[in-house]
């Protein structure tokens, strides 16, 4: 139980971190979020709502207790960084690794929260 627990608030602490970090970008780093969001050929409007929604999100993992709201948290996630793998890698900038990276720290996140 106790490795359970380890394992699954050290990947969940990693994907916050991770999380953390490209919100950051979003509010205080904007021009590069513009460059990038333009380069997918996203409209650059969405870039703070995102930030916002995300930051939600994380707020909804760590210390919302309702089931419902915790499995679309993940859900929300999972289809973010789906989409942000397949946009890096279809615009070849070879970014897809920290969006690799968010998928395999949730996954884990995800059912190790389910076994504890």
């Known amino acids: 139980m106790k490795t359970n627990k380890i394992i699954y608030y050290t990947s969940k602490g990693s994907l916050t971190l991770l999380i953390l970090f490209s919100v950051g970008m979003y509010f205080f780093n904007h021009e590069q979020a513009v460059v990038l969001f333009t380069s997918f050929g996203y409209p650059t409007y969405i870039i703070y709502p995102y930030a916002v929604v995300k930051l939600l999100g994380l707020f909804a993992l760590w210390f919302v207790d309702h089931k419902v709201i915790k499995e679309w948290a993940y859900a929300g996630f999972f289809f973010?960084?789906?989409?942000?793998?397949?946009?890096?890698?279809?615009?070849?900038?070879?970014?897809?690794?920290?969006?690799?990276?968010?998928?395999?720290?949730?996954?884990?996140?995800?059912?190790?929260?389910?076994?504890?």
């Open 80 to 116: 973010a960084f789906i989409l942000a793998f397949f946009a890096h890698f279809m615009v070849g900038d070879g970014e897809r690794m920290g969006a690799a990276l968010a998928i395999i720290l949730l996954i884990v996140s995800y059912f190790y929260s389910k076994k504890i």
